[in-house]
């Protein structure tokens, strides 16, 4: 059975950090590229980073900077490490898994999960 479960969300203020994780089973993790999404009332799902199945990493340009991703391919486990968060970072953020892809489309992903919610706010 596929699974992505994500963990290491939660209610921070303005300046800290926090680690997601993305853990998956049931397919083969190496082969699958992994992207973060950002889910918010009202507008458009949005990729925050994005790791392909070949370590390349992408983050987006507003979260340069601060934002990080990375893989573990021994624990099957992808990782969302954001610093210096802002209130706006506050949503659901949601892991997706696409098969040997060069980006993290979100339209193309195979699998996603459920996401965790991320709050920002003093």
């Known amino acids: 059975q596929v699974q992505l479960e994500e963990s290491g969300g939660g209610l921070v203020q303005p300046g800290g950090s926090l680690r997601l994780s993305c853990v998956a089973s049931g397919f083969v993790f190496d082969q699958y590229s992994i992207g973060w999404f950002r889910q918010v009332p009202g507008k458009r799902q949005e990729e925050v980073a994005c790791i392909t199945h070949t370590s390349t990493t992408r983050v987006a340009a507003s979260e340069q900077g601060r934002y990080a991703i990375s893989r573990d391919n021994a624990k099957n486990t992808a990782y969302l490490q954001m610093n210096n968060l802002k209130p706006e970072d506050t949503g659901i953020y949601v892991c997706?898994?696409?098969?040997?892809?060069?980006?993290?489309?979100?339209?193309?992903?195979?699998?996603w999960g459920k996401g965790i919610l991320v709050a920002v706010s003093s």
């Open positions: 997706g898994a696409i098969y040997a892809a060069a980006a993290c489309v979100d339209t193309s992903i195979d699998f």
